[in-house]
Nanobody
Framework: QVQLVESGGGLVQAGDSLRLSCAAS????????MGWFRQAPGKAREFVAA????????TYAEYVKGRLTITRDSAKNTVYLQMNSKRPEDTAVYYC??????????????????????WGQGTQVTVSS
């Protein structure tokens, strides 16, 4: 497992942009599929986005397509989530997750909580209307 630390959360107004970062403790982050999840108050944790090892492929939850972008910088061992046009319903704790890529799998195999075995502590994002 790898240790993950999220940062960049805070209070923003609707329509604003925000970039979250996830710093990993490993120098072999290139071996991992990385994902972002979020958990709103009173709701279950839900998938947001995932990115493959090289950064060449991404997948998003339908409700965030076009507003969020996941990227990674392997040289910095960091994954990012750029969030544009924030909405009040985006208020949640955002979590970074990691899993060593398994041969034969695609990003469609990394869209559930159970698909990951390393998690950060989360960063709170609050969007005011």
């Amino acid at each position: 497992q790898v240790q993950l630390v999220e940062s960049g959360g805070g209070l923003v107004q609707a329509g604003d942009s925000l970039r979250l970062s996830c710093a990993a403790s490993t120098r072999t982050l290139g071996m991992y599929v990385m994902g972002w999840f979020r958990q709103a108050p009173g709701k279950a944790r839900e998938f947001v986005a995932a990115i493959n090892r090289s950064g060449s492929s991404t997948t998003y939850a339908e409700y965030v397509k076009g507003r969020l972008t996941i990227t990674r910088d392997s040289a910095k061992n960091t994954v990012y989530l750029q969030m544009n046009s924030k909405r009040p319903e985006d208020t949640a704790v955002y979590y970074c997750a990691a899993r060593i890529w398994v041969i034969g799998t695609s990003l469609s195999n990394y869209v559930k909580e159970a698909d990951y075995n390393s998690w950060g502590q989360g960063t709170q994002v609050t969007v005011s209307s």
